[in-house]
């Protein structure tokens, strides 16, 4: 069948050519979108007399209809339409014949596609921020209830200083209350609308694009039609945010395979968010987490993708530009995905608290500790911090811990050291103790706590 375009050229194009140009297996996604902003067409054409009331009326009427037949199951996506925008017109006009035709006047697929697509995205970020906002409460409610636990902190995976557990996890919180300020952020440049750019020169007819751009719930117009066309950087401010997104979790999920392993056993997965091994009996893996960590480099892919096939474009509109969809549709069907399993695997997670605090016994996580009290004893730090170590090699040698480690013995060291430096070096004393701004104290964690709980619920 020839195109909607058939003019210029016969219409008739290759097959091959024909599936290879086509978009509509993709973007059918954003058909209502596509058929909410031809209604809002329509209707600005009508009230500014480009179109008779009845004209406007029939085609809301008609696309209304479309609507209806595609919800009822009456109406199906013709996969051989070029895309969704000629599939939604092309039904219009075989309804309603030339009053159907009317509806592409002082508009171009160029407009249409950068809106449709602005408009699919802005419910989609919104329903990702729903669930990162989600994943916040459950970091929030685990740190919340595991309150007291100490775990050793690590710094180049080695053992380094004793912290809160909960404080650790605020920190995936601090993440995401960032990831949700940067969706924001891409949100407002995002909720711009194009249409009335027209092609790319804007339009000879009289159109009232704030109108338009008001009944589909955008703040503003886009300034210049050129670029109107031509942007596509709310594609990669929004790739950039989900891929952020997506490294934050990946670390998380480290972690979590980190503590789940055997070695560590600080946490335990519900087995409904684990796998087991179709040869060792004994395995118990963290497969949703991996592929959590996994599915990263996939959204990067999306991000970088999208970046190289807009370098270089001359403006305005290029049909390059088509493959901005799959990119984004990807990126945002994987960072759902991956919150969808991630937070319920989260919330069903068994903390071990006391394999934490094993672990926090040993590896003289509060050597620094030492080192601080021989200071408050009148030592500079840093030949205190000589002396801790000294001491921290006499214990690996004897097979000690600090806590284990003689009065008689510590005093060989320095004679400064009195009995009170156990109370000092105590896990709970050198947490407590950090009760700097952000540091791990218990006051400074519930304060996080509060703060982080207040954010998550500010819209
Ligand atoms: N399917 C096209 C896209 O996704 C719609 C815009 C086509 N415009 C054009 N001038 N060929 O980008």
Same mark, same amino acid.
């Given at each position: 069948?020839?195109?909607?375009?058939?003019?210029?050229?016969?219409?008739? /194009?290759?097959?091959?050519?024909?599936?290879?140009?086509?978009?509509?297996?993709?973007?059918?996604?954003?058909? @209502?979108?596509?058929?909410?902003?031809?209604?809002? &067409?329509?209707?600005?054409?009508?009230? @500014?007399?480009?179109? !008779?009331?009845?004209?406007?009326?029939?085609?809301?009427?008609?696309?209304?209809?479309?609507?209806?037949?595609?919800?009822?199951?009456?109406?199906?996506?013709?996969?051989?339409?070029?895309?969704?925008?000629?599939?939604?017109?092309?039904?219009?006009?075989?309804?309603?014949?030339?009053?159907?035709?009317?509806?592409?006047?002082? %508009?171009?697929?160029?407009?249409?596609?950068?809106?449709?697509?602005?408009?699919?995205?802005?419910?989609?970020?919104?329903?990702?921020?729903?669930?990162?906002?989600?994943?916040?409460?459950?970091?929030?409610?685990?740190?919340?209830?595991?309150?007291?636990?100490?775990?050793?902190?690590?710094?180049?995976?080695?053992?380094?200083?004793?912290?809160?557990?909960?404080? &650790?996890?605020?920190?995936?919180?601090?993440?995401?209350?960032?990831?949700?300020?940067?969706?924001?952020?891409?949100?407002? %440049?995002?909720?711009?609308?194009?249409?009335?750019?027209?092609?790319?020169?804007?339009?000879?007819?009289?159109?009232?694009?704030?109108?338009?751009?008001?009944?589909?719930?955008?703040?503003?117009?886009?300034?210049?039609?050129?670029?109107?066309?031509?942007?596509?950087?709310?594609?990669?401010?929004?790739?950039?945010?989900?891929?952020?997104?997506?490294?934050?979790?990946? %670390?998380?999920?480290?972690?979590?395979?980190?503590?789940?392993?055997?070695?560590?056993?600080?946490?335990?997965?519900?087995?409904?968010?684990?796998?087991?091994?179709?040869?060792?009996?004994?395995?118990?893996?963290?497969?949703?987490?991996?592929?959590?960590?996994?599915?990263?480099?996939?959204?990067?892919?999306?991000?970088?993708?999208?970046?190289?096939?807009?370098?270089?474009?001359?403006?305005?509109?290029?049909?390059?530009?088509?493959?901005?969809?799959?990119?984004?549709?990807?990126?945002?069907?994987?960072?759902?995905?991956?919150?969808?399993?991630?937070?319920?695997?989260? %919330?069903?997670?068994?903390? &071990?608290?006391?394999?934490?605090?094993?672990?926090?016994? /040993?590896?003289?996580?509060?050597?620094?500790?030492?080192?601080?009290?021989?200071?408050?004893?009148?030592?500079?730090?840093?030949?205190?911090?000589?002396?801790?170590?000294?001491?921290?090699?006499?214990?690996?040698? !004897?097979?000690?811990?600090?806590?284990?480690?003689?009065?008689?013995?510590?005093?060989?060291?320095?004679?400064?050291?009195?009995?009170?430096?156990?109370?000092?070096?105590?896990?709970?004393?050198?947490?407590?103790?950090?009760?700097?701004?952000?540091?791990?104290?218990?006051?400074?964690?519930? @304060?996080?706590?509060?703060?982080? @709980?207040?954010?998550?619920?500010?819209?």
């Amino acid at each position: 069948m020839a195109k909607l375009w058939a003019g210029r050229t016969s219409g008739v /194009t290759d097959s091959t050519a024909d599936d290879f140009n086509s978009s509509i297996r993709f973007d059918k996604r954003f058909i @209502r979108e596509d058929i909410a902003g031809s209604m809002a &067409h329509a209707a600005m054409l009508g009230a @500014r007399g480009i179109l !008779s009331d009845g004209e406007a009326e029939a085609i809301i009427d008609g696309l209304q209809g479309i609507l209806d037949d595609l919800d009822g199951g009456v109406l199906a996506v013709d996969p051989q339409a070029e895309d969704v925008h000629m599939f939604i017109e092309q039904v219009l006009t075989e309804r309603l014949g030339d009053v159907g035709r009317k509806l592409h006047t002082a %508009r171009s697929r160029n407009d249409q596609v950068a809106l449709d697509l602005r408009m699919y995205l802005r419910h989609e970020m919104e329903a990702v921020m729903e669930q990162v906002r989600e994943l916040g409460r459950a970091v929030a409610n685990i740190a919340e209830e595991n309150k007291a636990a100490i775990m050793p902190g690590y710094t180049h995976l080695q053992r380094a200083q004793p912290i809160l557990f909960s404080h &650790h996890l605020l920190a995936y919180a601090m993440m995401l209350l960032r990831d949700l300020g940067r969706l924001d952020d891409c949100r407002g %440049r995002l909720n711009v609308s194009p249409i009335g750019a027209c092609a790319l020169a804007g339009t000879t007819y009289d159109v009232d694009r704030r109108m338009e751009a008001k009944m589909l719930g955008f703040e503003d117009v886009a300034p210049n039609s050129v670029d109107a066309v031509s942007d596509r950087d709310f594609c990669v401010e929004l790739l950039s945010a989900l891929s952020i997104l997506m490294m934050h979790l990946s %670390r998380f999920s480290e972690e979590l395979v980190l503590w789940t392993s055997w070695e560590f056993q600080f946490v335990s997965l519900s087995d409904a968010f684990t796998t087991g091994s179709s040869i060792m009996p004994q395995k118990k893996n963290s497969d949703m987490a991996e592929l959590v960590r996994g599915k990263t480099g996939r959204v990067y892919g999306d991000l970088m993708g999208t970046l190289t096939m807009l370098k270089g474009l001359p403006l305005a509109y290029n049909k390059d530009m088509q493959e901005d969809k799959e990119a984004v549709f990807d990126a945002v069907d994987t960072v759902k995905m991956c919150l969808s399993v991630f937070t319920p695997m989260l %919330r069903s997670m068994t903390v &071990h608290a006391s394999n934490m605090r094993k672990a926090a016994q /040993t590896g003289f996580i509060n050597a620094t500790d030492l080192a601080d009290y021989l200071v408050r004893k009148g030592l500079p730090f840093r030949s205190a911090y000589k002396v801790a170590g000294k001491i921290v090699s006499e214990c690996i040698q !004897s097979s000690q811990v600090l806590e284990t480690l003689p009065l008689e013995t510590y005093r060989q060291y320095s004679t400064l050291i009195e009995e009170d430096v156990y109370d000092a070096i105590d896990l709970r004393t050198c947490v407590a103790k950090r009760c700097s701004e952000g540091g791990t104290s218990p006051e400074s964690v519930e @304060r996080q706590l509060a703060w982080v @709980r207040e954010q998550l619920e500010e819209e």
